[in-house]
């Protein structure tokens, strides 16, 4: 923290008095050593007068309800986004019913912008009209940003199930197997050939931010970073700061009725979690991490998946490890055998990679208008 601050005790503890911060000497001394963790609003405070990104200093230093609480404004501003852009993706509400526009992306990701589909350029059927391509289109780019993921060539297996017949009792019967080995020989089955291929997925660029400083900052048990993804992280907060500041303000200017008093749920699971004394920190973090995982898929999934495949060389499951052990014998310059335990990758990590993506530059997802 003192290496990025960058000033001497006295002109810091003159800005901070200028910002009607009262310290002392000793006690930035003490925040530097670690001796003392400073408050939130105090360490706000010292980012402020130093002139240093305040998202990139509650990352580094694990102010893990600060981190929370930043997602949960800049899904606010993209949703608001939305609205003044009128876009919205394609899933649905209860019983069909059309979903609000921050809900449709859970899916999908944005579908249509200015009320029209986004087709890429492809002309949609029994329509005269051009598709829609708004890629090179400024009002869009500046706020939207396009994940992709390329899907190599695989093999799949399609299963035609036979048509529904009524039968007496005016019900119908069909049997649906559960894996593919119990097929009933009488099915349809077809082995098709999925040709490589991009996926692409929408979203504002507060929530694409959003989303991917949760993934890279709450990684599951068993996650492992692909090279350079740390720093990363700490670059895409360090320039994401303006964006949430600029949420932040918008939200204060709400009259207080019109304000969420609570986070989202699973946003609130993650502090709890993180607050519960009665359980070591590590596993705190992991259960945590969890929950963030489930908020950002609640989200949208569909970037969810982008972030996690740009961001990790290998993904780990829920309760599990990155790597198991394994007993070798070794052998010294004498010649003398010895069993020791070695690390051995887990099955998630020697699985094949068939999607393949990149984290998206910094300064395209942060610059906006």
């Not at 979690?273 to 359980?279: C, E, H, N, S």
């Given at each position: 923290?003192?290496?990025?601050?960058?000033?001497?005790?006295?002109?810091?503890?003159?800005?901070?008095?200028?910002?009607?911060?009262?310290?002392?000497?000793?006690?930035?001394?003490?925040?530097?050593?670690?001796?003392?963790?400073p408050e939130p609003s105090t360490l706000q405070a010292i980012c402020e007068a130093a002139g240093i990104s305040y998202v990139e200093a509650v990352d580094r230093f694990g102010y893990y309800r600060e981190i929370v609480r930043f997602f949960d404004d800049l899904v606010w501003l993209g949703a608001q986004w939305l609205e003044e852009d009128d876009a919205r993706g394609g899933s649905l509400g209860p019983l069909g019913e059309e979903a609000p526009r921050l809900d449709s992306l859970r899916n999908t990701g944005v579908l249509y912008w200015k009320n029209?589909?986004?087709?890429?350029?492809?002309?949609?059927?029994?329509?005269?009209?051009?598709?829609?391509?708004?890629?090179?289109?400024?009002?869009?780019?500046?706020?939207?940003?396009?994940?992709?993921?390329?899907?190599?060539?695989?093999?799949?297996?399609?299963v035609e199930l036979p048509r529904i017949e009524a039968v007496p009792g005016e019900t119908f019967s069909l049997t649906v197997p559960g894996t593919l080995d119990r097929v009933d020989q009488s099915l349809k089955q077809e082995s098709?050939?999925?040709?490589?291929?991009?996926?692409?997925?929408?979203?504002?660029?507060?929530?694409?931010?959003?989303?991917?400083?949760?993934?890279?900052?709450?990684?599951?048990?068993?996650?492992?970073?692909?090279?350079?993804?740390?720093?990363?992280?700490f670059d895409l907060g360090k320039a994401a700061n303006g964006l949430v500041r600029e949420a932040k303000r918008l939200r204060a200017e709400l009259r207080a009725v019109g304000r969420p008093r609570n986070l989202h749920p699973l946003l609130q699971r993650t502090c709890d979690?993180?607050?519960?004394?009665?359980?070591p920190f590590n596993y705190r973090r992991a259960v945590a991490a969890e929950y963030v995982v489930m908020w950002a898929d609640a989200i949208c999934d569909r970037f969810t998946h982008y972030a996690r495949l740009a961001g990790f060389d290998f993904w780990g499951?829920?309760?599990?490890?990155?790597?198991?052990?394994?007993?070798?014998?070794?052998?010294?310059?004498?010649?003398?055998?010895?069993?020791?335990?070695?690390?051995?990758?887990?099955?998630?990590?020697?699985?094949?990679?068939?999607?393949?993506?990149?984290?998206?530059?910094?300064d395209v997802l942060t610059t906006h208008q």
């Open positions: 923290m003192e290496e990025s601050i960058g000033l001497r005790p006295t002109e810091l503890l003159e800005r901070l008095a200028d910002l009607d911060v009262s310290t002392s000497s000793n006690r930035l001394k003490s925040y530097f050593t670690g001796q003392r963790l029209e589909p986004i087709t890429w350029g492809r002309q949609m059927p029994r329509s005269d009209k051009p598709g829609l391509d708004p890629s090179n289109v400024p009002e869009f780019t500046n706020r939207y940003i396009v994940g992709s993921w390329r899907e190599l060539e695989h093999r799949n297996v399609s098709l050939i999925v040709p490589e291929h991009i996926v692409l997925v929408v979203l504002p660029k507060p929530i694409g931010i959003a989303i991917l400083l949760a993934t890279l900052a709450f990684p599951r048990r068993g996650d492992g970073y692909k090279e350079d993804a740390l720093e990363y992280r979690a993180l607050d519960d004394g009665r359980i499951e829920a309760g599990g490890h990155s790597w198991t052990t394994t007993v070798v014998t070794q052998y010294n310059a004498r010649g003398m055998a010895r069993e020791v335990e070695m690390p051995r990758p887990s099955v998630f990590a020697m699985l094949p990679k068939t999607r393949l993506a990149d984290l998206p530059e910094i």
